[in-house]
Nanobody, 116 residues
């Protein structure tokens, strides 16, 4: 069982930045993938950014050039640096990991609100 704890969400003005953090209760070194997803009311959860065990990274087109995903194996953590935030980035952001046995785990979610 892997527990994920997210932090870093909040209210920010358009054009501002936030950094989300996700700490795992187990070593992430052998995880197959880690990533961030987001969801707004009435919509499906969508992938924002993922990073695989081999280091390959994928971003949603809507965040390319603005968001950066990274991982720190020593701290069992994954991060999402979000710059040039837009109101349409407002959502609940969820951390996700795919364990070495291909089991998915989700964090509890953190609210990001972009508004003036």
């Amino acid at each position: 069982q892997v527990q994920l704890v997210e932090s870093g969400g909040g209210l920010v003005q358009p054009g501002g930045s936030l950094r989300l953090s996700c700490a795992a209760s187990a070593s992430i070194f052998s995880f197959n993938a880690m990533g961030w997803y987001r969801q707004t009311p009435g919509k499906q959860r969508e992938s924002v950014a993922t990073i695989s065990r081999d280091g390959s990274i994928h971003y949603a087109d809507s965040v390319k050039g603005r968001f950066t995903i990274s991982r720190d194996n020593a701290k069992n953590s994954v991060y999402l640096q979000m710059n040039s935030l837009k109101p349409e980035d407002t959502a609940v952001y969820y951390c996700n990991v795919i364990s070495n046995s291909w089991r998915p785990y989700w964090g509890q979610g953190t609210q990001v609100t972009v508004s003036s």
